[in-house]
C-alpha cells in the first residue's frame, strides 16, 4: 500500500470508529470487541488524530476529562452507551457510568503534541485544571509514603491487563486460563468495592505493584506537564511538575534497578518481579537510561533471538520467559502501542536503525493482517479484534 493510501485507510477507520454522545465525540478502539472510550486508547486516538485533525484530537481528550473523578483520577473506562448490546463484558467496576480504576498517564504528552502543532494556547488553558488535577492524584493518592513510585491496583490500570508481571502479585500459577485470570483481577475490583475506593491503607494491601512502563510514562508526562504549566505562566506548577519527574526517575533507579534492567516491585517492600517483558524497553521512552544501558539493552535483548528477536517484532514477553505465549493475551504478542513506545524510546537515544526496523515491520504487520488488535509474533498471524485503532500509531512514526 502506498503512503498516501496507507493514511487514508487509517482516517477511514478512526471515523468508523468515530462515536458522539451528546456534545461529546470520542472513538472506540474497535467497534465490536472495544464499543466505550478507553483512558490510553483516547490518547492514542488524540495522537493519531493530531496528523489529520486538531479540532477532532481535543474533542477525544475533553471528552476523556468530562469524566474525571472529584479526587482526580480519570477512570480508564467511560461507558457512554451501556444499553447497547455488545459482545464485550459489561465489568461492573463500581459505578454506573465508569469504571473506577485508572490507565497509564500519557494524556498530558498527547496534549502537548495537539499544542506543538497549532499553539492554541486557549486549550491548553482549558485542559490544564483537569490534567494538574489528574497528575496530582497520581502523585499523592498512588504513593501514600511519599517514595516517589506510584502505584497500581489492578493488572488492568497498566494497559497489559494479562501479563505475566503481574501473575506473583496475583497469586497465579506461570500457566493458567484466560479465565482465572480474568477472575483474579475482578476479585480485585470486588476488594476496591469493600476498601470503599481508598487506596493507601485499604486497597493497597491486596495488589500494590509499581509498574516500570507507567512509572516511566508519568516521568514523561510529568516533564510535559511542567512546559505545559510554562506554557501557561504558571512557573510554580512547571516547578514542581518537573521536580516530581526527578524523584519518580530517581527513585526508579532506587527500588527497581538491578543488573542493567529495570523491574517492577510489587508489595510494600518493593520486591522485584524477575519476569522479563517490553517493560524493559520503557525507560527509553523516558530518557531513563544512560546511553550505554540503551546499547545494553538493544544488543542484549532485541537483537538476542531467545528474547525478543523474533521474525515479527516485538514480542510483548521475551521468548525465554516459560510464560510466553506466541498468542497468548499479552503474554507474547505484538501490540502496535508498543512498538510506538519502544520506537520513540529508539529515537531519544539516536537508535535510528533500530527505530527505523520497528517502524518497516509494524507496517509490514498492518499491511499483511490489516488493522488487528495483535499479531502472532511467531508467523505473524493477526489476532484478538479487528478495526483495531492502535495501527494507526505507525503514522506517528516519521520516515
Ligand atoms: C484491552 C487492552 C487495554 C485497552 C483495551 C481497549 O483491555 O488490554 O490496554 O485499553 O483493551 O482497547
Known amino acids: 500500500m502506498k503512503k498516501d493510501e496507507f493514511r487514508k485507510a487509517v482516517f477511514e477507520l478512526m471515523l468508523k470508529n468515530r462515536r458522539t454522545c451528546d456534545q461529546y465525540q470520542y472513538t472506540v478502539p474497535s467497534p465490536d470487541v472495544y464499543p466505550y472510550q478507553w483512558l490510553w486508547d483516547s490518547c492514542f486516538h488524540a495522537i493519531i488524530l493530531s496528523h489529520f485533525s486538531l479540532d477532532d484530537a481535543k474533542k477525544e481528550l475533553l471528552s476523556l476529562v468530562s469524566h474525571q473523578f472529584e479526587n482526580g483520577m480519570i477512570p ?7 444499553a447497547k448490546p455488545t459482545d464485550f463484558p459489561v465489568i461492573e467496576w463500581g459505578k454506573e457510568d465508569t469504571s473506577t480504576i485508572t490507565q497509564p498517564p500519557i494524556i498530558a504528552y498527547a496534549t502537548w503534541r495537539i499544542y506543538q502543532t497549532d499553539k492554541d494556547e486557549e486549550f491548553l488553558e482549558k485542559i490544564y485544571p483537569s490534567l494538574s488535577l489528574f497528575y496530582n492524584y497520581l502523585i499523592n493518592e498512588r504513593d501514600p509514603r511519599n517514595n516517589h513510585l506510584i502505584g497500581i491496583i489492578n493488572p488492568d490500570e497498566s494497559g497489559e491487563d494479562n501479563s505475566p508481571r503481574f501473575d506473583i502479585p496475583l ?73 516530581q519527574s526527578k524523584l ?49 539493552l538493544v544488543d542484549k ?78 508467523n505473524g498471524e493477526g489476532l484478538g479484534a479487528r478495526d483495531f485503532t492502535w495501527g494507526g500509531l505507525t503514522l506517528d512514526m516519521l520516515e
Not at 480508564?76 to 451501556?82: A, E, P, R, S
Not at 500459577?173 to 491503607?201: A, M, P, W, Y
Not at 494491601?205 to 501557561?232: C, Q, T
Open 248 to 296: 519518580i526517575t530517581l527513585a526508579m533507579r532506587k527500588f527497581m534497578f538491578e543488573d542493567g534492567i529495570f523491574w517492577s516491585t510489587y508489595d510494600l517492600d518493593y520486591k522485584k518481579i524477575k519476569v522479563l517483558t517490553w517493560a524493559v524497553f520503557s525507560p527509553l521512552f523516558a530518557k531513563i537510561c544512560t546511553k550505554d544501558e540503551a546499547k545494553v
Open 76 to 82: 480508564h473506562m467511560i461507558y457512554w452507551d451501556k
Open 301 to 378: 535483548y532485541l537483537l538476542n533471538p531467545k528474547k525478543f528477536k523474533t521474525k515479527f517484532p516485538v514480542p510483548t514477553v521475551s521468548l525465554d520467559e516459560p510464560a510466553f505465549d506466541a498468542n497468548g493475551f499479552w503474554r507474547g504478542p505484538v501490540w502496535m502501542a508498543i512498538n510506538w513506545f519502544i520506537y520513540k524510546g529508539f529515537m531519544n537515544y539516536g537508535l535510528y536503525n533500530q527505530a527505523e526496523k520497528i517502524r518497516s515491520d509494524s507496517l509490514a504487520l498492518i499491511h499483511q493482517e490489516g488493522f488487528r488488535e495483535q499479531f502472532n509474533p511467531l
Open 171 to 243: 497469586g497465579l500459577d506461570l500457566q493458567h486460563s484466560q479465565d482465572v485470570n480474568f477472575g483474579k483481577r475482578l476479585e480485585l475490583v470486588g476488594k476496591h468495592r469493600v476498601c470503599n475506593f481508598e487506596i493507601g491503607t485499604c486497597m493497597r494491601n491486596f495488589f500494590w505493584v509499581k509498574d516500570v512502563p507507567f512509572n516511566a510514562i508519568l516521568v514523561e508526562n510529568l516533564r510535559v506537564l511542567s512546559d505545559i504549566a510554562k506554557v501557561l505562566g504558571n512557573i510554580e506548577d512547571a516547578k514542581y511538575f518537573s521536580e
